[in-house]
């Protein structure tokens, strides 16, 4: 079996829908080895900002001289981005091998019943924890697939766990009001561990508070233990000053907007109370792995002449907080690529970014869950009054929104699988 034979075979697994809870992948954890219980970890959930958030502690741990793993999801472009260490992907060779040796402990299970087969991302979590046993990383940052509670990653027991800011999402599986959303994210917290939180709302701070009490563990929150301040942003960064545990002043990061500093603070509180378990980091290791996170995709400045920009907002709350930055920014308001998938709340997040559009280019990715281009533009044309086209495949909408642009620029919204093809179709574009 080669890699193109495993990746598809693996993402076949998708037919098996979402199915929340801890029992297959805990019994799946225990029949290859228990890999989780190898190495520390910090582990990372919320509704925006958590990927943020485990790429700046990613690289300020590897920049302290650690061996980090990192797994986050989705991908862009190829499965391996989900799973590295201290930045290099795993390869294709360890994929297949991993793959092809969990794959019959996979069918085993599910030969026992039905109710014992393993979806995709209980399956890859499973292979992600078992590469960074394998190759003895100090520590693993762990973004949360869905929720929290019952979320397949919710097997480690982790040293840190970080919440960033809680919206409503996946109604249909973590509830229809913040305080059930928030009480979802907070089953992560185990006895006895150190959490932060960028959470600023009384109803889901209600929640994750209850809950640290509950179990013994201590909660340094935003605005509270840790404060971000003197935030700057332009298209080239964000700047910012931290005061917590350690005060630093003039913190860089190349990631654009001004809730990449709130990221980058949660990222600093967490590295702060690791100090706790033995795990000290310099100041200097902090700036420069503030200063050298990557994370494509987000709020990402592809072009300034003319502005283009991917971003990969796909909720209400996210696409209300990129308007904000596009406003803020000055480059609002400009030419919109749009494309979304159908579970989320499209009405919400086109409300949310009319204000910001000169004009809408709706399209449709190349996944069967994708929302229909047709049917996205009539929910748009209900809250919007400008010129909305549609135009599908997607490359075709970017080369038309970019060749003749309106307004100030092009941001293409809405889904990280768009972004993702928006990638590709840049990354041939540049070659010509």
């Given at each position: 079996?080669?890699?193109k034979?495993?990746?598809?075979?693996?993402?076949?697994?998708?037919?098996?829908?979402?199915?929340?809870?801890?029992?297959?992948?805990?019994?799946?954890?225990?029949?290859?080895?228990?890999?989780?219980?190898?190495?520390?970890?910090?582990?990372?959930?919320?509704?925006?900002?958590?990927?943020?958030?485990?790429?700046?502690?990613?690289?300020?741990?590897?920049?302290?001289?650690?061996?980090?793993?990192?797994?986050?999801?989705?991908?862009?472009?190829?499965f391996t981005?989900?799973?590295?260490?201290?930045?290099?992907?795993?390869?294709?060779?360890d994929?297949?091998?991993?793959?092809?040796?969990?794959?019959?402990?996979?069918?085993?299970?599910?030969?026992e019943?039905?109710?014992?087969?393993?979806?995709?991302?209980?399956?890859?979590?499973?292979?992600?924890?078992?590469?960074?046993?394998?190759?003895?990383?100090?520590?693993?940052?762990?973004?949360?697939?869905?929720?929290?509670?019952l979320?397949?990653?919710?097997?480690?027991?982790?040293?840190?766990?970080?919440?960033?800011?809680?919206?409503?999402?996946?109604?249909?599986?973590?509830?229809?009001?913040?305080?059930?959303?928030a009480?979802?994210?907070?089953?992560?917290?185990?006895?006895?561990?150190?959490?932060?939180?960028?959470?600023?709302?009384?109803?889901?701070?209600?929640?994750?508070?209850?809950?640290?009490?509950?179990?013994?563990?201590?909660?340094?929150?935003i605005?509270?233990?840790?404060?971000?301040?003197?935030?700057?942003?332009?298209?080239?960064?964000?700047?910012?000053?931290?005061?917590?545990?350690?005060?630093?002043?003039?913190?860089n990061?190349?990631?654009?907007?001004?809730?990449?500093?709130?990221?980058?603070?949660?990222?600093?509180?967490?590295?702060?109370?690791?100090?706790?378990?033995?795990?000290?980091?310099?100041?200097?290791?902090?700036?420069?792995?503030?200063?050298?996170?990557?994370?494509?995709?987000?709020?990402?400045?592809?072009?300034?002449?003319?502005?283009?920009?991917?971003?990969?907002?796909?909720?209400?709350?996210?696409?209300?907080?990129?308007?904000?930055?596009?406003?803020?920014?000055?480059?609002?308001?400009?030419?919109?690529?749009?494309?979304?998938?159908?579970?989320?709340?499209?009405?919400?997040?086109?409300?949310?970014?009319?204000?910001?559009?000169s004009?809408?280019?709706?399209?449709?990715?190349?996944?069967?869950r994708?929302?229909g281009?047709?049917?996205?533009?009539?929910?748009?044309?209900?809250?919007?009054?400008?010129?909305?086209?549609?135009?599908?495949?997607?490359?075709?909408?970017?080369?038309?929104?970019?060749?003749?642009p309106?307004?100030?620029?092009?941001?293409?919204?809405?889904?990280?699988?768009?972004?993702?093809?928006?990638v590709?179709?840049?990354?041939?574009?540049?070659?010509?």
């Open positions: 079996m080669d890699y034979d495993l990746t598809e075979w693996m993402f076949s697994l998708e037919r098996f829908g979402i199915k929340l809870g801890l029992e297959n992948p805990t019994e799946f954890m225990s029949r290859i080895g228990n890999p989780q219980v190898d190495f520390r970890s910090v582990h990372v959930t919320g509704t925006n900002g958590k990927g943020s958030v485990c790429a700046f502690l990613a690289s300020i741990l590897q920049r302290r001289g650690l061996k980090v793993g990192l797994y986050i999801s989705p991908h862009l472009i190829e981005e989900r799973i590295s260490i201290n930045g290099k992907e795993i390869s294709h060779a994929t297949v091998r991993l793959g092809s040796e969990l794959r019959p402990i996979m069918e085993q299970m599910a030969s019943g039905a109710d014992m087969q393993l979806t995709f991302f209980e399956f890859t979590t499973g292979l992600a924890f078992k590469y960074f046993s394998e190759n003895k990383v100090d520590i693993a940052v762990v973004e949360v697939g869905l929720g929290g509670r979320d397949a990653t919710n097997v480690l027991k982790p040293d840190v766990g970080v919440i960033t800011r809680i919206g409503l999402e996946h109604t249909k599986y973590l509830g229809n009001t913040i305080p059930e959303v009480r979802e994210k907070a089953g992560i917290i185990k006895s006895g561990m150190r959490v932060v939180t960028c959470e600023r709302s009384e109803q889901a701070l209600t929640v994750i508070s209850a809950t640290c009490q509950k179990k013994g563990a201590s909660l340094q929150r605005d509270s233990e840790f404060v971000v301040s003197n935030i700057r942003r332009s298209l080239s960064g964000t700047s910012f000053d931290y005061a917590g545990r350690r005060r630093l002043a003039d913190l990061t190349h990631l654009v907007g001004s809730y990449q500093a709130e990221n980058a603070a949660a990222a600093i509180a967490a590295v702060d109370e690791l100090a706790s378990t033995g795990i000290s980091v310099d100041d200097d290791a902090v700036k420069e792995g503030i200063l050298q996170t990557k994370w494509p995709g987000r709020l990402d400045v592809i072009s300034k002449r003319p502005v283009i920009i991917f971003d990969g907002s796909h909720n209400p709350d996210g696409a209300l907080r990129t308007a904000e930055e596009l406003r803020s920014l000055g480059v609002a308001p400009l030419t919109l690529v749009i494309a979304c998938m159908r579970d989320k709340d499209v009405g919400e997040m086109v409300r949310a970014l009319a204000p910001v559009a004009n809408i280019v709706v399209t449709q990715v190349e996944d069967k994708a929302l281009a047709s049917v996205l533009a009539e929910t748009i044309k209900a809250e919007f009054n400008g010129q909305v086209e549609v135009m599908i495949p997607s490359r075709r909408a970017l080369e038309h929104a970019i060749s003749r309106e307004g100030r620029g092009v941001c293409v919204i809405g889904s990280l699988y768009l972004v993702g093809e928006a590709q179709w840049w990354n041939a574009r540049k070659r010509g």
